[in-house]
């Protein structure tokens, strides 16, 4: 009697939208093995890490045709039945190759072959029972009772660095003990901060307390909350009440941040309330990202705070789910694997019946879309915590008035009014640089990226830069368009407005914040913790001053130039707007002192910064969706942006113009395809591209549409002169 044949079901990383067969290795059971293993194959001409799948009984290749795999890198599955349900659903609603999303899973050091073991730094801590022993029993061994004395002092552990320090022979009297089950050894994640500052939790208002209760009585079933809450509202509070509840219970919280930025002040506020805080995101190293997921895995983390990528990180114990200025873009994946971390958030909460919190002072408009339809509960926060009070608000029309480096006299008195009155001012320009423009004063002839339609940007240090591509080269000596060496730089950038409120203040200690002047690591902690010593009292940055930073002496904001995206072609424009505005505009007065904010424009009478300032955010974003539901637009409809590009500019149009042939069929009525058209930015790092668009009054008649006819794409002959990609739910129209 022979036994039944078995195959390897596996995800390779690969643009090829399927799994791949194998036959196990000649030394291995196959019916041992467990689905979510890394299994080396051969793939092509190379050997790749794929991961394991199932394991099935037929195979619709032929076995004559079947490679074998070389190798099975994991004794029991890397990652959990969860992840690997999680990874299968994503891949097919956001039509990318499943290889590719199993990729997106794990730690780079896992997807090069890593050994998965029990990495972390080494912690020696008092088990329950040596907690409560009897001090008597050590006494004919005082070098074991003084070791024991340290860990009564602290509760949370001590490392080796710490026990080398305060005692040189502790290994023999650590083994002794452990001997007795008095103390065990454990791993700890980097970045797991203990709770050895004993803080004292901050006591609720009334609408934070009603919030955590709401929530609370959710825990241990799937509710979507979204939290609005006008800045300075105390989020964060609320959602320390709540991972307070959930750990105590045995249980891990997951809480995801837009940016890197904003991970070491969270870390420092969850690490003063709960032990072992795991931090994941590209700051990090592979060693240090690979333990930190383990030790989340293996549930060792109590509470892990990590960016975009955080949200595959495989939970032991979930029970909780929060997202953090849930509207940023940010946790919009924009190439590869384009997922939505917040999205699928939701749907990880929901798979592991758990509550998930989305957390915003400026929601997006399809989180408010869903609070209308029931499917979200709203929980506001309406009022600012402690005694601080909201800033005001106003605009400031610049329109024939003087202006030194963008900055109106107006903007300056208020300025000095507020540092005379030992304030702090924050002044936000989104645009980095010396000046964005650099151009012949006597034809008119801009310096453009040879590889971009974009005009490149001038920075202090005399290099002109294309922001979209990274090309930098000296400015020129000569037109040549004319021949003139007469040249002006136009427009201001941070860089340039920094030099003039140096010239300007030269007493206030000026500090520029953008991704330019925070390069190095550890840049942007010291530039805010010489905000909050003093050092600085002027504050001019880009977006990255917008989001979650507190800066108490802070009382005027200023915003430099409100107009950029009045005038802008995505959709989502006027929203992206509004939400920058109010976020800038929320880190005024947020301590006891009154905050003011002015906002710098040459359109004081335009109806969206209008209704923005004199009704708030809240009444612009119904407005918004009003507009939206005459309009078509999402999120009252479903969207795919199906893109291309190609070194040649007719390649592109020509791909999709035969995909939307191919669509067209599957699509019928129910789906509306318009284009192919150019992106908003045609050429980018010299490749050319264009996209075509397709809408649906329902998510399903779009997926079914995708789901018929995608594969097919590959096999057009136009296909093979560019690359091309699908983005479900597009975050950015370019």
């Not at 650099?438 to 002839?445: E, I, L, P, S, V």
Request: hydrophobic fraction near 45%; charge should be positive.
């Amino acid at each position: 009697m022979t036994s039944t044949p078995h195959y390897l079901r596996v995800a390779v990383p690969s643009p090829l939208y399927r799994h791949f067969d194998y036959l196990p290795p000649a030394d291995v059971d196959a019916a041992t093995l467990r689905p979510g293993v890394r299994v080396r194959v051969p793939f092509g001409k190379r050997d790749v890490i794929g991961v394991l799948l199932e394991i099935a009984a037929h195979t619709d290749v032929p076995a004559i045709k079947l490679k074998r795999a070389r190798r099975v890198l994991d004794e029991t599955a890397l990652l959990p039945e969860d992840m690997l349900a999680l990874a299968r659903w994503a891949a097919e609603y956001y039509r990318h190759p499943i290889g590719g999303v199993m990729r997106a899973l794990l730690p780079v050091a896992l997807r090069r072959g890593k050994t998965a073991g029990p990495p972390g730094e080494a912690v020696w801590k008092l088990t329950p029972s040596g907690a409560m022993a009897d001090i008597i029993e050590l006494k004919r061994a005082p070098r074991q009772r003084a070791l024991w004395q340290l860990f009564k002092q602290h509760p949370h552990g001590l490392d080796a660095p710490v026990l080398d320090a305060r005692n040189e022979n502790w290994a023999a009297s650590m083994r002794a003990l452990a001997k007795r089950g008095w103390v065990i050894k454990i791993f700890r994640a980097p970045g797991c901060n203990g709770n050895t500052s004993g803080v004292t939790p901050v006591a609720l208002n009334a609408a934070q307390y009603a919030a955590v209760e709401k929530i609370h009585a959710a825990l241990g079933n799937f509710h979507a909350f979204l939290l609005d809450g006008i800045t300075g509202s105390g989020k964060t509070e609320v959602y320390l009440d709540v991972i307070a509840g959930v750990v105590q219970a045995g249980l891990q919280a997951l809480v995801l941040v837009p940016e890197i930025g904003l991970t070491p002040q969270l870390l420092a506020r969850f690490g003063a309330r709960f032990d072992r805080v795991a931090a994941f995101h590209s700051g990090l190293n592979e060693g240090e990202r690979l333990t930190a997921w383990l030790a989340a895995r293996d549930g060792r983390a109590p509470v892990v705070i990590g960016t975009r990528s955080a949200v595959f990180v495989p939970l032991k114990h979930p029970g909780v789910i929060v997202v953090d200025e849930e509207h940023d873009t940010s946790f919009k994946q924009q190439d590869g694997f384009r997922y939505s971390a917040r999205d699928l958030a939701v749907v990880r909460a929901q798979r592991h019946a758990i509550p998930v919190i989305l957390g915003s002072a400026t929601p997006s408009l399809e989180s408010l879309h869903n609070v209308s339809q029931h499917r979200y509960v709203h929980l506001t926060l309406p009022e600012r915590a402690g005694s601080a009070c909201h800033p005001l608000m106003r605009l400031l029309d610049i329109r024939g008035r003087p202006l030194d480096e963008g900055l109106s006299d107006l903007l300056l008195h208020a300025i000095r009014r507020h540092l005379h009155a030992h304030g702090q001012v924050l002044l936000f320009l989104n645009r980095r640089g010396y000046a964005p423009t650099f151009m012949c004063h006597n034809c008119g002839q801009a310096a453009q990226c040879s590889r971009c339609d974009a005009r490149m940007t001038l920075h202090g240090n005399r290099r002109l830069q294309c922001h979209h591509c990274g090309a930098e080269r000296p400015p020129p000596g000569r037109c040549t368009q004319c021949g003139s060496t007469d040249f002006g730089a136009f427009g201001q950038g941070t860089e340039r407005v920094e030099q003039a409120l140096a010239r300007l203040f030269p007493e206030a200690g000026v500090v520029r914040i953008d991704r330019d002047s925070t390069r190095h690591k550890g840049s942007m902690e010291t530039f805010f913790e010489g905000v909050r010593r003093g050092k600085h009292r002027i504050l001019i940055g880009t977006q990255m001053l917008a989001k979650g930073h507190d800066f108490p002496n802070v009382t005027l904001v200023g915003i430099l130039d409100a107009d950029q995206g009045l005038f802008g072609a995505d959709f989502r424009a006027s929203e992206r707007m509004a939400q920058l505005i109010i976020q800038v505009a929320g880190r005024a007065g947020r301590a006891e002192r009154p905050g003011e904010v002015l906002i710098q424009t040459h359109h004081p009478q335009h109806p969206l910064l209008t209704h923005l300032v004199r009704e708030g955010y809240a009444s612009f974003a119904a407005a918004l969706l009003a507009e939206r539901r005459l309009a078509g637009l999402p999120p009252f409809v479903a969207m795919a942006l199906l893109r291309a590009e190609a070194p040649a500019a007719a390649a592109p149009r020509a791909f999709l113009a035969a995909a939307r042939d191919r669509l067209a069929p599957a699509c019928g009525r129910q789906v509306q395809l318009l284009g192919p058209v150019a992106a908003s930015m045609e050429r980018r790092a010299g490749r050319y591209r264009a996209q075509l668009l397709l809408l649906a009054a329902q998510r399903a008649l779009l997926q079914q549409a995708l789901a018929t006819t995608l594969p097919a794409l590959d096999a057009l002959r136009e296909a093979r002169r560019v690359r091309w990609s699908l983005d479900i739910d597009p975050a950015e129209m370019f």
